[in-house]
């Protein structure tokens, strides 16, 4: 009796096509990893043994990380895009220290906490920090992250948690991108990391969009002293040496926005202006700033993009305040 054998059994041509596949396959993925590994596509500085330096990327929570341990730096301002009209440049010229600029589009406290950190872990001296707090740091419980997920693995400690996400196309392009800096075919994106909304909202517009997000009223008194953002800030602050000085700001809203006096809102307001504010007192040159307040320049429409978006005019105010304030703590004369 014979037995029928399929073409593909006795055919050695279909296992050597595989094997040839397969090695194909994983040699070109070999190929991308010890590109990923020359050129380190995010300026993590956990990978790259090439000298190519920053990054041409308009996602600020990726390119933070290159700004973040940037050595020509010693000193930062945090927050989301309420603190983005601060210019660096202008606080390193009165203060001879070398800020840059971290702000983050749309990020909140427990992202701009994981930038901190790895500006903090990049740099073993720190002139100072500002801190820009919007309402996002007045919760009295974490919130359930929403969008598109932050790259936590970017600012992660682990070089195996960072080689692994790199194996992908959004990888692949930052690559050339920053090949293409290193020959010279693109400029990187300011290192100061100063971007102005001024071309996105001409002077003279104001849209009626962005209203504060305050928190949800605390249901108890213990609730309402209870800050999670604000208290993993203060472990980080109690941390580092006395003498690096802390400004934090209130970023200021246009007037309707500031709660009511007596409100609920204002209440909860001063609870967590309070809270804040003990994160740097009794630190040397160290301040907190409410520009949150009613009165003529946040009444004015012409000082604001939207509710929440101030233009420069009130941003130059700012950052006096927080020269001032690098110079003289809480006795700094503030004038807004």
């Keep these: 009796m014979s037995s029928s054998t399929s073409s593909s059994e006795i055919d050695p041509g279909w296992g050597l096509s595989l094997l040839a596949c397969l090695g194909t396959m994983i040699g070109a993925g070999l190929l991308v990893l010890a590109l990923m590994v020359l050129v380190d596509p995010y300026d993590s500085g956990k990978l790259g043994l090439l ?3 920053g990054v041409d990327n308009r996602l600020t929570q990726v390119t933070a990380a290159s700004r973040a341990r940037d050595p020509d730096f010693n000193a930062a ?3 989301n895009s309420t603190a983005q009209m601060i210019d660096p440049a202008t606080l390193s010229r009165a203060t001879g220290l070398r800020f840059v600029q971290l702000y983050m ?8 906490l994981a930038v901190l950190d790895f500006f903090l872990r990049h740099h073993k001296q720190v002139g100072a920090l500002v801190i820009a707090a919007d309402p996002g740091w007045c919760v009295h419980a974490q919130p359930k992250e929403e969008g598109a997920p932050f790259p936590y693995w970017l600012y992660d400690k682990s070089v195996v948690t960072y080689a692994v996400r790199l194996i992908s196309w959004q990888a692949i392009e930052q690559a050339f991108q920053r090949l293409s800096i290193g020959l010279g075919w693109r400029q990187r994106m300011n290192p100061e990391g100063f971007v ?3 071309d996105i909202w001409p002077p003279g517009q104001f849209e009626e969009i962005g209203w504060p997000r305050d928190p949800a009223p605390a249901t108890s008194a213990e609730m309402r002293a209870t800050f999670p953002e604000i208290a993993a800030l203060d ?6 040496p006395a003498e690096i000085p802390i400004v934090i700001i209130v970023p200021p809203t246009l007037a309707a926005t500031v709660p009511n006096p007596g409100t609920d809102t204002a209440l909860e307001r001063g609870a967590c202006d309070a809270a804040l504010k003990r994160v740097v007192t009794g630190r040397s040159r160290s301040n907190f700033i409410n520009y949150r307040v009613d ?4 009444r004015d429409r012409g000082n604001f993009a939207d509710f ?4 420069p005019k009130l941003a130059r105010a700012i950052e006096q305040g927080l020269i001032a304030s690098l110079r003289d703590g809480e006795k700094a004369r503030v004038d807004f």
Excluded: A, W
Excluded at 105 to 112: A, K, V, Y
């Design 295 to 298: 009165n003529e320049l946040t």
């Design 308 to 311: 929440i978006h101030y233009r």
């Design 105 to 112: 589009t749309g990020s909140s406290p427990r992202e701009q």
């Design 77 to 79: 301002i945090l927050g």
């Design 235 to 240: 472990d980080i602050v109690r941390k580092l």
């Design 196 to 198: 102005s909304y001024e």
């Design 51 to 53: 000298d190519i330096n």
